[in-house]
């Protein structure tokens, strides 16, 4: 999909639902020309369009540098590794430690900031569905629209129930948009998981196929994205046959693992849908849309093989201690990077020069960035997470079957590493190789945080690790203490903070 090139026409169309709720005196009359209002917006189809595209701008939690799936301490991308084995840093901000120790607390602002980033999404998004409705246009696209948003809003409400348990989200309209509503508590998880679901399932019957999207809305919300997301919530609730039976029909929509592990992740790989589920399409020159990966991670003496210019702040680094459990013959390293290439055409080996890890490049360049902001499409979500989600479902519920092991196998062919051999492991030991497998295969992509506390190895990694921070509550953030106080108790905080 294309986004906004100027990225406050986007935040205009989500001022309007704040000022949803207010009125002004008759007396005091002024044209407006740089705001919407209910009068001049939500006229006709291509409002609500520019209304729906304005609500992907949750997906790199607007406002915060480089956060939602983005590539800064703001994201939720990247303090999923930091918390768990797969990344340290080597810039002197304290709160990088404070990641990888646990060590969190209510005044550890970039664990608040995707609540206070997505709540109004959430609430605007309401309002967006509500104001719709009454708009003259097919009523199929009416209906398409309704049916993104909802998708979205459940993925923005997954993203805050993964890290912050259930959270008073806002469904109806005229509470949203009115500033004095009363609070609401928090509703229980199991209200949560329905919600969500509910969503997902309603965004389903409403949008196409990825392979039936036009190219041009690359990266606006697809069923296959919905079935993701299903995928992603039954895998948190432990609902093995409700994950099977969404990764069958997930099967059927055509996709495939691409033939090689370091293509899926370049510039030229765009649009590409054939083993990508979800992306962010980003542009170098776009105010918020871009990836900033690269800058995060890459060293200041890597010299790119083509001659391209990359911003190189070099801070990002896997642990050698992660590192050395791949199979050096493993392809997924070929962007995991122990050496590289420097000036005058010299290696340097990272590890002989006491670097504290590797460094995790994982996407390749824009050649037409000239900063920090590159425009390669940011990974979401992708078939092979897919594959490996099936594997692990069917493990618990039948054991280590056929189906289990090829599922594996299809993404360790991959990688060309040594396939396993039906009956080679017990259960538990099965298991325990899909660990590792989902950390090969989708390291610094997001989904290792919530894997790890799914199988209850989360804190003790902190633990083994030194820190005396970790608690057994720290699987969930603590919610801002501003919203606590606001409601004047009726929202609770989460238990040890």
Avoid at 6 to 28: D, M, P, T, V
Avoid at 333 to 355: C, E, H, I
Avoid at 377 to 385: E, G, L, N, S, T
Avoid at 411 to 433: E, H, I, N
Wanted: hydrophobic share 40%; glycine share 8%; charged share 20%.
């Amino acid at each position: 999909m294309k986004y906004p090139n100027n990225y406050r026409y986007a935040l205009l169309i989500i001022f309007l639902f704040s000022l949803a709720g207010f009125s002004c005196e008759k007396a005091l009359e002024e044209k407006t020309y740089d705001r919407y209002s209910s009068s001049t917006f939500f006229l006709n189809a291509e409002d609500v369009k520019a209304a729906v595209t304005g609500m992907y701008a949750g997906m790199l939690n607007a406002g915060f540098y480089g956060g939602g799936w983005g590539a800064a301490n703001e994201g939720w991308n990247a303090q999923s590794s930091f918390t768990t084995d797969e990344l340290v840093c080597s810039w002197g901000w304290d709160g990088w430690r404070k990641f990888n120790q646990l060590n969190f607390s209510e005044d550890f602002s970039q664990l608040l900031n995707h609540y206070n980033g997505l709540m109004p999404v959430i609430s605007e998004i309401a309002i967006d569905i509500d104001k719709i409705q009454s708009v003259q246009m097919d009523e199929t696209l009416k209906n398409r629209y309704i049916a993104e948003l909802k998708a979205l809003r459940a993925h923005y409400s997954w993203i805050l129930y993964n890290y912050y348990g259930p959270v008073p989200i806002r469904l109806d309209a005229k509470e949203a948009a009115n500033p004095t509503a009363p609070s609401i508590p928090r509703p229980d998880a199991a209200w949560m998981v329905t919600q969500i679901e509910k969503d997902y399932k309603e965004g389903l019957e409403g949008l196409p196929k990825a392979s039936e999207q036009a190219a041009s809305d690359y990266g606006r919300f697809t069923k296959d994205i919905c079935l993701m997301g299903l995928m992603k919530l039954y895998l948190h609730e432990k609902n093995w046959t409700a994950v099977i039976s969404t990764g069958r029909q997930l099967q059927t929509y055509g996709h495939n693992l691409q033939k090689n592990y370091k293509d899926i992740f370049t510039f030229a790989n765009k649009g590409n849908n054939q083993e990508i589920i979800l992306a962010i399409p980003c542009r170098f020159d776009a105010s918020v849309n871009n990836n900033l990966w690269l800058a995060m991670c890459m060293p200041g003496n890597y010299v790119d093989p083509e001659g391209l210019t990359i911003t190189q702040w070099g801070g990002y680094k896997m642990p050698w201690k992660a590192y050395d459990k791949f199979d050096q013959n493993d392809k997924r390293l070929s962007v995991l990077l122990a050496k590289w290439p420097t000036s005058g055409g010299a290696t340097f080996d990272a590890r002989a020069n006491n670097y504290i890890g590797a460094i995790p490049m994982k996407y390749g360049p824009d050649p037409g960035a000239i900063s920090e902001a590159q425009g390669t499409d940011i990974v979401v979500w992708r078939y092979a997470d897919v594959l490996l989600m099936m594997a692990e479902a069917i493990n618990e519920t039948q054991g280590p079957v056929q189906e289990a092991y090829d599922l594996v196998n299809a993404v360790r062919t991959r990688a060309g590493v040594v396939t396993y051999l039906p009956g080679q492991f017990t259960k538990d030991a099965f298991r325990k190789k899909l660990m590792d497998e989902r950390f090969f295969e989708l390291w610094c992509e997001g989904s290792r945080r919530e894997d790890m506390i799914r199988w209850g190895t989360f804190i003790q990694h902190a633990k083994d690790e030194g820190s005396i921070f970790a608690k057994p509550e720290f699987v969930l953030y603590p919610l801002p203490r501003k919203v606590i106080d606001e409601s004047k108790g009726v929202i609770k905080q989460n238990n040890g903070y």
